[in-house]
C-alpha cells in the first residue's frame, strides 16, 4: 500500500471519530464544553474532509495517467 493510501484511510478513521464526537457533544446539555467540543469536532471533520479530497485527487490521477 502507498503512502496516499495509508493517509487515505488514516484521515477516513479521523473523519469518522470527529463525526462521532461532534454528534456526542450535540446531545449532550448545553455548557461551554460541549461548544468547545462540537467546534473542534467541526473543525476536525472540516480539515481531514480536504485532506481526503487532496489525497483521492492525487490517487485518481496517478491511476488514469498513461504509462509510456
Known amino acids: 500500500m502507498s503512502r ?3 493517509s487515505l484511510w488514516a ?3 479521523v ?3 470527529a ?3 461532534t454528534a456526542q457533544a450535540l446531545a449532550a446539555p448545553a455548557s461551554t464544553a ?3 467540543t462540537v467546534a473542534a469536532g467541526l ?3 472540516a480539515v481531514s474532509g ?3 479530497f487532496r489525497i483521492l485527487r492525487h ?3 496517478t491511476q488514469t495517467r498513461p504509462r509510456s
Open 4 to 6: 496516499a493510501q495509508v
Open 34 to 36: 460541549a461548544d468547545i
Open 43 to 45: 473543525l476536525l471533520l
Open 11 to 13: 484521515l477516513t478513521a
Open 19 to 21: 463525526v462521532g464526537g
Open 50 to 52: 480536504i485532506l481526503l
Open 15 to 17: 473523519a469518522v471519530l
Open 59 to 61: 490517487l485518481l490521477r
